[in-house]
C-alpha cells in the first residue's frame, strides 16, 4: 500500500504556472512508476503525464507538450508536475497516481494509487 497526498494547486492566471508536488507514504519502489491525471467539472478523468521509475521515460497528452514536465525525486518520495503557460482550460482537479510496474503510462486502469487530488484554477 501507499498514501499518496498532492499539495500546490490553486488560482492563477492564463499564462501562469504552478508546480504540483506528490508525495509518497513509502519508498517507492522500481514497481512504482508514477502519473499524474485530471478531471474537470462534467468530464472524465484524462492523462496529463506519466514518469518510469528511473525517470527515463516519459510520456504528456498532447494538449500538454511543451509546457508541463514530470519528474521525481526517489530519494524524497515525491513527484512534481511543473506547469507552465497555463490555460483555463487547463483547470482540473489533478490526481497523482502509483502504478504497480515500472511504468504505467497514460491507462489509468494501470495504476493502482491514488490520491485525493489538487484543484487548479486557471482564469482567462
Known amino acids: 500500500q501507499v498514501q499518496l497526498v498532492e499539495s500546490g494547486g490553486g488560482l492563477v492566471q492564463a499564462g501562469g504556472s504552478l508546480r504540483l508536488s506528490c508525495a509518497a507514504s513509502?519508498?517507492?519502489?522500481?514497481?512504482?512508476?508514477m502519473g499524474w491525471f485530471r478531471q474537470a467539472p462534467g468530464k472524465e478523468r484524462e492523462f496529463v503525464a506519466a514518469i518510469s521509475w528511473k525517470g527515463d521515460t516519459t510520456d504528456y497528452t498532447d494538449s500538454v507538450k511543451g509546457r508541463f514536465s514530470i519528474s521525481r525525486d526517489n530519494v524524497k518520495n515525491m513527484v512534481y508536475l511543473q506547469m507552465n503557460s497555463l490555460q483555463p482550460e487547463d483547470t482540473a482537479t489533478y490526481y497523482c497516481?502509483?502504478?504497480?510496474?515500472?511504468?504505467?503510462?497514460?491507462?489509468?486502469?494501470?495504476?493502482?494509487?491514488w490520491g485525493q487530488g489538487t484543484q487548479v484554477n486557471v482564469s482567462s
Open positions: 497516481a502509483a502504478a504497480r510496474s515500472v511504468y504505467g503510462g497514460p491507462r489509468s486502469m494501470n495504476y493502482n494509487y
Open positions: 513509502r519508498r517507492l519502489t522500481s514497481n512504482n512508476g
